[in-house]
C-alpha cells in the first residue's frame, strides 16, 4: 500500500491528510478516520445482493497498515463504524483492534453506530458523545449541527468532488473539504457513495486517489 502525505494547518495544529482517506495527528499520536462501516457488504448480502467478503477485508488491511506505519496511541473513528449492528464482518475488526493492544480504539457515536457502550468495549471501542475536544478541535460525526465558530473534524458526508477530464466528461473523487472551521474527512470505506452536494462553495478540497493528491478550488 502507498502512502503518500499532504500537510495541512488547522486551526493551530499541523495535520498530515494521507491518501488512505485518513489524518494523523504527529503531535497527538491519533490516527483519525471515520465512515469505515463494518458490516455493510454483509448487510447487503442478507439482503440477496452477493458481494464478496474482500471488500470489508481490504478497508481493514489498509487500516492494518496505517497502524502499523504510524504506529499511534489512539485510533479515533468520528462515527459509522459499523453500518447495521453485528454481523458475521465485525469479528474481524474485533480481531485487528485486539492486534493492537497498545493502541487506544475511540469512537465518537454516528447515526449507524446503534450498540450500546457495553457491546462496542466487548469489540475492544471506547465510545465518546459529540463534541469531544482535544488541544481545541472538536470531533463529530457530522449528522448533528456543528457548533459554530468551533475547528471540527467530521465524518458522514462521504465527500466527494467532480473534476473535468477533457471537454465533456468528468470523474469523481474522493476528497477532504476544508472550510475555516470544519474539516470533512472522506469515507474510510471504499464501498462507499460520494456526496459532491455537501461540498460547500469556497472550500479547500483536496481530492484523493491510490497514487497521491491534488488540489481542487470548490
Avoid at 489498509?62 to 462515527?79: F, H
Avoid at 450498540?115 to 458523545?129: N, P
Avoid at 459529540?130 to 465524518?155: K, M, R, W, Y
Wanted: contains cysteine.
Amino acid at each position: 500500500m502507498n502512502i503518500l502525505e499532504k500537510s495541512v494547518l488547522f486551526g493551530k495544529e499541523t495535520l498530515l491528510l494521507t491518501n488512505q482517506r485518513a489524518i494523523f495527528w504527529a503531535e497527538q499520536r491519533m490516527l483519525i478516520l471515520s465512515d469505515l462501516h463494518v458490516g455493510k457488504a454483509a448487510h447487503f448480502r442478507k439482503s440477496g445482493i452477493a458481494l464478496p467478503h474482500q471488500v470489508t477485508e481490504k478497508d481493514l488491511d489498509r487500516l492494518r497498515a496505517l497502524i502499523t506505519y504510524y504506529e499511534p496511541s489512539s485510533v479515533l473513528i468520528a462515527g459509522d463504524l459499523l453500518h447495521a449492528g453485528v454481523n458475521n464482518e465485525v469479528p474481524m475488526l474485533t480481531k485487528l483492534i485486539a492486534s493492537f493492544p497498545q493502541v487506544d480504539f475511540v469512537l465518537v457515536r454516528g447515526n449507524h453506530d446503534r450498540l450500546s457502550s457495553e457491546l462496542f468495549s466487548q469489540i475492544g471501542v471506547r465510545v465518546i458523545d459529540e463534541g469531544f475536544q482535544v488541544n481545541g478541535i472538536t470531533f463529530s460525526h457530522g449528522h448533528q449541527p456543528a457548533l459554530e465558530d468551533a475547528f471540527t473534524i467530521c465524518g458522514h458526508y462521504h465527500p466527494g468532488v467532480h473534476v473535468a477530464v477533457g471537454r465533456k466528461s468528468s470523474m469523481r473523487f474522493p476528497c477532504y473539504v476544508i472550510t475555516n472551521h470544519r474539516l470533512i474527512l472522506p469515507a474510510f470505506s471504499l464501498f462507499s457513495g460520494l456526496d459532491t452536494r455537501c461540498v460547500p462553495q469556497g472550500a479547500n478540497c483536496y481530492a484523493i486517489y491510490e497514487d497521491g493528491f491534488f488540489q481542487v478550488s470548490c
